[in-house]
């Protein structure tokens, strides 16, 4: 069945609905006036941004530090938990899968309040270290789901070929296994990557004073209202996430 | 099962134990600067039976059913569309941009475009057609505009993904018996897509009733909701129990939500 006229109006649609906003917000970082009518063309909120905002290269440094080593120790642990959930043969598999699933349907802002109170509650001081731990949290479901996903596309059967032809289990980890889920593993650290650039509402809840993160910044930053600065890391920002989103394609299908 | 152990301890120290913790404190003292008294008490949860709080409950269910029903009013035919479009790999990917644009970013285009010192308010002071500015925003339909606008991707990826894996013989089936294009979205589609469609709604329904930027930004005081109302018992009136008690309802009328949801699907799909 081939869609109809309607199924192509309301795409259409929903495509300009899309990206009016976004266009918009990108042409203003072009415009030489602080107001939003435009005057004319020019660089200046981009040397603004560039020469004159530590603040927000700080949290920017501060959200790289984060993604990097949180995606590391999510991608680290995600990875050997598919490979023992797809492996092992042991009793509870249900149980971890529960775990798992929790985290992706529970709210964001109840996984930060239970987090901060969490912190709280052992006396660990709110900062960097409370901001990693929360992504690496966050983090392990999609990392886990996404390697076993790409596992599942294999016969277990290469494993027992494995066996059979007298491979340890060392061998078989890492000359057989880790090589056919690296997609899987790279898509995951970039799952996590994306997720940890980009949480905002637990971020907010886990971060201490000093730990400001990007999202964090840009949240403070809008509600003292429109500033062409805003749009100019938000361009920089979409341009990012364009080059991304290319990158990632090909790997969506171990999410969804 | 050596592998899966790392995974499964930070799992349950950093997620369940928190989430019990939450679970205890909403039925213990409060003490007056934030923090618990260890004796038993149901302040937390008596506190939360006022006029005031059940409205800011019905808002947010309301917001958020209604968000979710106009997102999958227009996710699905968009992801019928783009299944069967020739140009399908593009479609997908200008879907997928916005997806993983940051939500901060997608808030504020909306303040931008519709805020009082937004273009429109601007362009409509300089023909002169107001004094000050119209006020689009902070009232609920600006909150409903912005969760539809941050999670229609998430819905139409889903009910993409479902589409496509169907075979499409089964509508040239349906279309040679003589049944109408229309009957055949409802009567062929739909019960085939069930899956698909259910994880849509999954997606979209609990971030929206667990909403804290979008009300805080593009809602007023008339637009709040639950999770603004358990940040401010967190930080602004240090009442630890009342939040704990609001997060723990939330925690289980969304659980409750999912499990009687994908139940009574998964019991319609065999009938």
């Known amino acids: 069945m081939n869609p109809g006229k309607f199924s192509r109006l309301i795409t259409f649609l929903i495509l300009i609905f899309f990206y009016i906003p976004i266009f918009v917000v990108i042409m203003f970082s072009f415009n030489a006036s602080k107001s939003p009518v435009w005057v004319g063309f020019s660089f200046m909120w981009y040397k603004e941004l560039f020469t004159s905002s530590y603040t927000i290269w700080k949290a920017f440094l501060n959200s790289i530090i984060v993604a990097i080593s949180a995606s590391f120790v999510a991608t680290v642990l995600g990875t050997l938990g598919a490979i023992g959930l797809y492996w092992g043969k042991f009793k509870g598999k249900d149980y971890i899968w529960i775990i798992s699933y929790l985290p992706l349907i529970i709210p964001d802002i109840i996984i930060g309040v239970s987090l901060l109170i969490f912190f709280v509650f052992i006396k660990m001081k709110l900062s960097l270290l409370t901001i990693f731990i929360a992504h690496v949290t966050f983090s392990l479901p999609y990392a886990l789901m996404i390697v076993f996903s790409r596992l599942q596309d294999f016969e277990y059967s290469i494993i027992e070929a494995a066996y059979d032809l007298g491979a340890t289990e060392e061998i078989a980890l890492f000359k057989v296994i880790v090589p056919i889920s690296f997609p899987g593993i790279l898509a995951a650290f970039f799952m996590s990557l994306t997720l940890s650039i980009d949480d905002f509402v637990i971020t907010f809840f886990v971060a201490g004073p000093g730990s400001t993160t990007l999202p964090l910044k840009i949240y403070s930053m809008i509600r003292f209202g429109i500033s062409p600065t805003i749009n100019a890391i938000s361009t920089l920002m979409l341009v990012g996430t364009i080059v991304m989103s290319i990158f990632m394609r090909k790997y969506l299908r171990y999410i969804f | ?271």
């Open chain 2, 1 to 271: 099962m050596k592998y899966i152990t790392a995974y499964t301890l930070w799992l349950v120290v950093f997620f369940v134990i928190p989430l019990i913790i939450i679970l205890s404190f909403s039925f213990l003292e409060k003490t007056p600067y934030g923090g618990v008294n260890f004796s038993f008490s149901l302040e937390g949860y008596k506190s939360l039976l006022t006029i005031g709080y059940l409205r800011i409950l019905w808002r947010t269910v309301w917001i958020s059913i209604i968000s979710t029903f106009i997102t999958i009013i227009f996710a699905l035919p968009t992801a019928y569309y783009i299944a069967k479009s020739k140009f399908k790999n593009f479609l997908l990917l200008l879907v997928v941009i916005p997806f993983w644009t940051n939500s901060l970013i997608r808030i504020y285009a909306w303040i931008f475009v519709l805020g009082n010192n937004g273009i429109i308010n601007q362009f409509l002071k300089l023909i002169g057609l107001v004094d000050s500015h119209i006020q689009f925003l902070y009232n609920p339909w600006a909150v409903i505009l912005v969760i539809v606008y941050t999670y229609l991707p998430y819905a139409i990826i889903p009910l993409y993904a479902a589409i496509e894996r169907l075979d499409n013989s089964i509508f040239e089936a349906a279309l040679d018996l003589g049944c109408s294009k229309r009957k055949a979205f409802f009567k062929v589609l739909i019960p085939n897509i069930k899956a698909g469609l259910v994880a849509s709604i999954i997606f979209v329904l609990i971030p929206a009733m667990g909403s804290y930027a979008i009300p805080d930004l593009v809602g007023g005081v008339n637009s709040k909701m639950i999770g603004n109302e358990i940040a401010r018992q967190l930080t602004t009136a240090k009442n630890w129990p009342a939040a704990s008690a609001i997060s723990s309802i939330l925690t289980l009328i969304t659980l409750l939500g999912v499990i009687i949801f994908v139940k009574s699907s998964k019991k319609e799909v065999l009938n």
